[in-house]
């Protein structure tokens, strides 16, 4: 069956990074989980309500229960107020610096995210932007800047964190076999400006030289093209089973009919014979660099 799932709870970019709406709320992750169930554990064990727990440390009782319920990151303030209440243990202190300091990934993004953390294959198709796991830093912070509504400095902070920590599949995975296909008009866009095409035109070559990954640009001019409907990934587990993952602007599709995904790997097949082959692309990548 194909599973669709938006996204409700904040905005996102490409590779369904989510930026917590104004009230700071992150979808749930196992460590603000476990640090949320330590909290409500010690303040159960000190015999305080969750009210009289949020008049000690000077909290709201929402904002005592998002953090407990693991909807919530905790800043330095409440930690400590919450070791005073709670007996001085030392544990939420110590709980404290495992959390992660980023949003994380978008909730309907998670499932496809960890099937990529151990895929064998991953190829992926691009029309709007260039993917996530090829960003440089200035080129995804442009996009982080222009996001609407506007994201705050810490959740601009918190997005590349994400997005950089994405990337180490790359290096992290030498054996898992990476096919990217990249329309021209993406690097022909400059966004950013002229120094950050440049630099993010020196990163995608530098990766295009790595034995597992090979990145094909789709020619400006191409009079049949198998992928008009729109971007796409393809993945292949350890197991042998393929998925696909479409997105669009407020949420994405994550597809796990066989017959819905033999569509999308047909389609990736004949763009693969429709794109640039990998030298070829190399050039036009390099002569594009020297045009910026």
């Known amino acids: 069956m194909a599973e ?6 904040g905005e996102t970019d490409a590779e369904g990074v989510s930026a917590p709406p104004c009230g700071g709320e ?4 196992d ?16 015999g305080l309500s969750r009210e009289q727990f949020a008049e000690l440390v000077q909290f709201s009782r929402h904002t005592v229960a998002s953090i407990e319920q693991g909807r919530r990151m905790p800043d330095a303030a409440f930690v400590e ?13 110590r709980a404290a610096q495992h959390l992660s300091r980023q949003p994380g990934l978008a909730a309907w993004f998670r499932q496809w995210a960890r099937l990529e953390r151990v895929a064998i294959a991953l190829y992926t198709y691009e029309c709007r932007l260039i993917p996530g796991l090829l960003q440089t830093e200035a080129y995804a912070r442009t996009l982080f800047v222009e996001q609407l509504p506007p994201l705050d400095s810490h959740q601009i902070e918190a997005q590349w964190a994400a997005r950089a920590d994405r990337q180490r599949l790359l290096c992290e995975r030498p054996n898992t076999t990476y096919s990217f296909i990249l329309e021209e008009h993406l690097f022909l866009r400059r966004t950013g400006g002229a120094e950050v095409t440049r630099q993010l035109i020196d990163h995608v070559l530098e990766i295009a030289e790595r034995r597992n990954i090979e990145l094909q640009v789709m020619p400006l001019v191409r009079e049949r093209h198998a992928g008009l409907d729109g971007p796409m990934q393809l993945l292949e587990t350890p197991e042998n089973q393929w998925f696909a993952y479409n997105e669009g ?17 047909r389609r990736y097949a004949r763009m693969r014979s429709q794109a640039l082959p990998l030298e070829d692309s190399v050039s036009l990548l390099e002569r594009m660099r020297g045009d910026v």
Not at 31 to 44: C, D, I, K, P, Y
Not at 81 to 91: D, I, M, Q, S
Not at 258 to 264: D, H, I, R
């Open 4 to 9: 669709h799932s938006v996204s409700t709870d």
């Open 26 to 29: 992150p979808e749930p992750s």
């Open 31 to 46: 460590s603000l989980r476990t640090f949320g169930a330590v909290v409500q554990a010690l303040r159960e064990h000190a």
């Open 249 to 265: 602007q407020r949420g994405g599709l994550f597809i796990t009919d066989p017959k819905e995904v033999s569509v999308l790997q």
């Open 81 to 93: 107020r919450a070791e005073e209440a709670t007996g001085n243990t030392g544990a939420l202190r």
